[in-house]
């Protein structure tokens, strides 16, 4: 997984710099639809249920650390840099 986050990353850069580009940010909605998606899938995991507790959750009960699915699905999400995410600042 961390493979793919740097392939991702690399991609990132790649992409600012053909285009001239100071930063870019996910927007506000894409990043909301995933992690509420994510949060949904969370939610079934040993993790989440039976009311357990653990340093995996913020203080709204949020898991911000544990993946819920196979890894090869995080792979295929981090296969291609998707620039339509992001706003660009030059």
């Not at 890894?71 to 995410?85: C, E, H, V």
Request: hydrophobic letters at 35%.
């Amino acid at each position: 997984m961390i493979e793919s986050q740097i392939n991702y990353i690399a991609e990132a850069f790649l992409y600012m710099d053909k285009f001239s580009l100071r930063s870019i940010e996910i927007k506000e909605n894409v990043h909301e639809k995933y992690n509420k998606n994510l949060q949904l899938k969370l939610k079934k995991t040993v993790w989440q249920k039976g009311g357990c507790h653990s340093w995996y959750q913020d203080a709204k009960g949020n898991n911000t650390t544990i993946w819920p699915d196979f890894t090869w699905i995080y792979i295929l999400l981090m296969k291609n840099f998707d620039y339509g995410n992001y706003i660009s600042r030059r």
